[in-house]
C-alpha cells in the first residue's frame, strides 16, 4: 500500500528545533522529487524545501533557508526535515508530498501526499 507517513511535530520554544521524518512504503523514493510543505491556519499550503532522490541541490523557501536542511537516507526510503532556530511563524501542519522526477517545488506539482504533523512553535 502506498502511504507517506511524517513524525517529528511537536510544540517547541522559539529558538529550538525538530527533525521530521517522511518514511515512504510501496513504493520506491529514488526516482521521485520528496517535498516538505506546510499550511497555517488561515493560509495557503507553501512549499518549504524540496529534493530530488536521484541527486541534485535541494531548494529552500527563503524563509528558512540557512535554518533548515532537507535530507534523505535512500536504504532508509526516508526523507528527513531538520528544523533550527524555529520562529512562531514556522507553525504549521507540514506535509511531505511526492512528485516525479524533476518537479518544482510547489504543491501543484506534487501527485500524493501524507496527512501531515503538526508544528508548534510558541513560548
Known amino acids: 500500500q502506498l502511504q507517506l507517513v511524517e513524525s517529528g511535530g511537536g510544540l517547541v520554544q522559539p529558538g529550538g528545533s525538530l527533525r521530521l521524518s517522511c518514511a515512504a512504503s510501496?513504493?520506491?523514493?529514488?526516482?521521485?522529487?520528496i517535498g516538505w510543505f506546510r499550511q497555517a491556519p488561515g493560509k495557503e499550503r507553501e512549499g518549504v524545501s524540496c529534493?530530488?532522490?536521484?541527486?541534485?541541490?535541494?531548494n529552500y523557501a527563503d524563509s528558512v533557508k540557512g535554518r533548515f536542511t532537507i535530507s534523505r537516507d535512500n536504504a532508509k526510503n526516508t526523507v528527513y526535515l531538520q528544523m533550527n532556530s524555529l520562529k512562531p511563524e514556522d507553525t504549521g501542519l507540514y506535509y511531505c508530498?511526492?512528485?516525479?522526477?524533476?518537479?518544482?517545488?510547489?504543491?501543484?506539482?506534487?501527485?500524493?501526499w501524507g496527512k501531515g504533523t503538526l508544528v508548534t512553535v510558541s513560548s
Open positions: 510501496g513504493f520506491t523514493l529514488n526516482i521521485y522529487v
Open positions: 529534493i530530488s532522490m536521484s541527486g541534485g541541490s535541494p
Open positions: 508530498a511526492r512528485g516525479a522526477y524533476g518537479s518544482r517545488c510547489h504543491p501543484e506539482a506534487m501527485n500524493y
